[in-house]
C-alpha cells in the first residue's frame, strides 16, 4: 500500500472539522488549476473582514503558503514555499484556478 502525501492525503480524510485558524490545512488550486496543499496564514474575517471576499455561503478569503511546485526551487532546508494572497473560496472565483477549497470540497 502506497503511504498518501500532500493535497492527496487531505482530500482523502473526508468530511473534516471546519475552523477558521491561521493554521488550518486547506487545498490551493493555482492558476494553472494545479492543487497543492496548503496552510492559511491569515483569514480575511473579524477585523479583517472585506465583503468582496467573503462568498455566498459565508467562507472568507485568506493568505495562504504552499510548497512550490517547481522542483528546482531549493535551497539548503529543502524545496521553497510560496505564497498566495487575496485567495477567495472556490463559490466565489469563475476562472478555473487562483482559489481555495476544504478538502472535502475537492
Given at each position: 500500500?502506497?503511504?498518501?502525501?500532500?493535497?492527496?492525503?487531505?482530500?482523502?480524510?473526508?468530511?473534516?472539522?471546519?475552523?477558521?485558524?491561521?493554521?488550518?490545512?486547506?487545498?490551493?488550486?493555482?492558476?494553472?488549476?494545479?492543487?497543492?496543499?496548503?496552510?492559511?496564514?491569515?483569514?480575511?474575517t473579524g477585523n479583517?473582514?472585506f465583503p468582496?471576499?467573503?462568498?455566498?455561503?459565508?467562507?472568507?478569503?485568506?493568505?495562504?503558503?504552499?510548497?512550490s511546485?517547481?522542483?528546482?526551487?531549493?535551497?539548503s532546508?529543502?524545496?521553497?514555499?510560496?505564497?498566495?494572497?487575496?485567495?477567495?473560496?472556490?463559490?466565489k472565483?469563475?476562472?478555473?484556478g487562483?482559489?481555495?477549497c476544504?478538502?472535502?470540497?475537492?
Amino acid at each position: 500500500m502506497t503511504a498518501l502525501r500532500g493535497a492527496e492525503a487531505a482530500e482523502s480524510r473526508g468530511i473534516m472539522e471546519r475552523t477558521y485558524d491561521f493554521n488550518s490545512q486547506i487545498i490551493y488550486v493555482d492558476p494553472k488549476g494545479v492543487r497543492r496543499s496548503a496552510l492559511v496564514t491569515v483569514w480575511w474575517t473579524g477585523n479583517q473582514s472585506f465583503p468582496e471576499y467573503l462568498s455566498a455561503s459565508g467562507e472568507p478569503g485568506c493568505n495562504l503558503v504552499f510548497i512550490s511546485g517547481d522542483e528546482n526551487r531549493r535551497d539548503s532546508c529543502g524545496r521553497q514555499t510560496e505564497h498566495a494572497t487575496s485567495v477567495v473560496h472556490r463559490s466565489k472565483q469563475v476562472a478555473h484556478g487562483n482559489y481555495w477549497c476544504w478538502p472535502d470540497e475537492v
